[in-house]
């Protein structure tokens, strides 16, 4: 079963760094792109950026160039995504999904809460 | 960027009667290599994941019950849910793919029982 496990709800302070994970199982992990979603509370979907852990080539939306990064460690079947600097407005829900074109598997999702 | 909007942006329906969901892209997803839409389909329920309907405009995810459609080409497309059910109430978006890395989704409509 495909399966896209993802790390535990986080609360960090402004200011601080964090990084995210996804898990892969199921499939061969190195083949297929990974993508980031971010849903802020109460509001639609928003596609961060993708890789291709295989090679670790990334794309990112304009949007969110340089506000975060993503990045993949294939020996592990992982994708990240970490900030340097959380903003009280990166609060959100941020999904990973695999890119087949469309999203047909999903993580659960990590709420990452940033307050003071 | 291709920017994708949906309309409504909420609707009510009935139990057993018919909702319509628009999207419209502002530039055509059909692709004259392969003559597909490159465009999906998204429901999600509170506290969860989206999850997909539909892809290439109008093909149902296995396992997606027949009562969802997704139909349209170009620029303009419409999921259709026949009878509606408890079940369907939820938050539904498009997504194109026809850049490739850098897909859009539409806002969302939320679909609730009148």
Known sequence: EVQLVQSGAEVKKPGESLKISCKGSGYSFNNYWIGWVRQMPGKGLEWMGVIYPSDSDTRYSPSFQGQVTISADKSISTAYLQWSSLRASDTAMYYCARLEQWLAKWGQGTLVTVSS | ?114
């Open chain 2, 1 to 114: 960027d291709i920017v994708m909007t949906q309309s409504p942006d909420s609707l009510a329906v009935s139990l057993g009667e018919r909702a319509t969901i628009n999207c419209k892209s502002s530039q055509s997803v059909l692709h004259s290599s392969n003559n597909k839409n490159y465009l999906a389909w998204y429901q999600q329920k509170p506290g969860q994941p989206p999850k997909l309907l539909i892809y290439w405009a109008s093909i149902r995810e296995s396992g997606v019950p027949d009562r969802f459609s997704g139909s349209g080409s170009g620029t303009d497309f419409t999921l259709t849910i026949t009878s509606l059910q408890t079940e369907d109430v939820a938050v539904y978006y498009c997504q194109q793919y026809y850049t490739t890395h850098l897909i859009t989704f539409g806002q969302g409509t939320r679909l609730e029982i009148k």
